[in-house]
């Protein structure tokens, strides 16, 4: 089993541009990074860490700064042929997730395995079918799950919410400091979010 | 196993007034909880409901107008005893529950078992201990983490998107036509909502 971690690493994480610097942004994805490869490796898997540009990182980086979409194709079609080679892309901005989570995206004897994100993302894929590509435009797990149907794979979901929270959002950190104790989180508490509690759901706010 | 859904009856789903009439939030808890309901009938439990107020429900239905905490605990004191007992209480509003995911929830052997929500909610636990005792305002995940630890319950979590996701806000209305094809999901679909993709997630939009 391949299994590969793309990550933006040229501006990321823009979205959170109202609540971080560029260089915590940076800073930031370098730390839901460790948390992922921490995992995947406490999981017994080695990753590859495939970036748009230099990062700090623990685990091999290759830089490719191709998009997406033409990345994981290219490296579908490397992997997967017919009856042979498995491969698992798994997002970098998944700071909950875990061994057990890795593992149960793994365990699935499917042609195709997904585990959708919250939004309609696909946060996490294992294929073992020679025809299925990527194509992770707004809505990805619709697409994803039609374009498995079209190549007739066998499919699985795996429902799991630590695979689900990919961290985008101003509103998505308050899920990092709640659920985790990773590297994403001591960052977090060290650049002065906290948890607040009003009504309804939490939030995260910045203290400093 | 004894299996309680509350349920608010009156005036249910405020945060979903700005895209909802009354009325239809009415209907719309109805089909959430229908969907609640056949989920758990078809993983071999027969739930008991407990509203605020009357509402349509195929299961049988208790009116009792206490709030949610003195309700809980309530069911606390009088089901589980020392050493016997059990109780599974899960929330009306996660019309992504399948038959699967609560049995994932009812497995674990552990005296408090936690089903954390997204923004720091607790959708759905199980008690086998005879002190562990609820507390709903806002973050209650954490509260309830802390409280099982004060009494010395042994805690499992269950990593489950589709208990995560309680359907509160406008924004929820997406992840119910993303994964499911129950009740609620019919419901948003003959009241004219449907999946839009812009940029980032999805969102969900009215038509008509």
Known sequence: MRLVVPVSGSDPKTRLASVLSPDERRDFTEAMLRDVVD???????????????PLDCAAPITIDDRGLDPLVNSLLASTVTDG????????????????????????????????????????????????????????????????????????????????????????DLAEVLLHSDGAAAGWLGRAGFEVTTSSGRVESRRSQ
Chains 1, 2 share one sequence.
């Open 39 to 53: 995992a995947v490796r406490a999981a017994g898997h080695e990753p590859e860490v495939i970036s748009t540009a």
């Open 84 to 171: 042979e080679g498995a491969l698992a892309v798994l997002m970098a901005d998944l700071p909950l997730v875990t061994p057990e989570s890795i593992e149960r995206l793994l365990a699935p004897d499917a042609g195709v395995v997904l585990a959708p994100g919250l939004g309609g993302g696909t946060n996490a894929f294992v294929c073992r079918h020679p025809e299925f590509r990527v194509d992770y435009h707004g809505g990805s797990i619709r697409d994803h799950r039609r374009i498995a149907r079209e190549v007739e794979a066998d499919v699985a979901e795996v429902d799991s919410r630590r695979l689900a929270t990919d961290i985008d959002e101003p509103g």
